[in-house]
């Protein structure tokens, strides 16, 4: 089955800066559209950043200016980098993505998730 498996989170002081990382893996024949979301214990998850694979991005007005999604299409992989980091930031970070297996079947993607500690 396809996964998503994200890496590069940690606990970082206030203005310090992370990278994550998301790497789909398994049957896979299309990938348009990969995201970032985020969520807090008790507060419901909510989109950072998307990124299609042309190129296009969406970001959330709170990390507008600070963060960056990029995507590497032959490796399946996508990238946030998170700069200037605020406590509000703090939270687990899941990567999505709608993944073609085949032409005609979609699976949508979670990763399992990185905790992200912003604090001092």
């Known amino acids: 089955q396809v996964q998503l498996v994200e890496s590069g989170g940690g606990l970082v002081q206030p203005g310090g800066s992370l990278r994550l990382s998301c790497a789909a893996s398994g049957r896979i024949f299309n990938i348009n559209v990969m995201s970032w979301y985020r969520q807090a214990p008790g507060k419901q998850r909510e989109l950072v950043a998307a990124i299609t694979s042309g190129g296009s991005t969406n970001y959330a007005d709170s990390v507008k200016g600070r963060f960056t999604i990029s995507r590497d299409n032959v490796k399946n992989t996508v990238y946030l980098q998170m700069n200037s980091l605020k406590p509000e930031d703090t939270g687990v970070y899941y990567c999505?993505?709608?993944?073609?297996?085949?032409?005609?079947?979609?699976?949508?993607?979670w990763g399992q998730g990185t905790q992200v500690t912003v604090s001092s």
């Open positions: 999505n993505a709608p993944i073609k297996t085949l032409p005609q079947t979609v699976v949508d993607a």
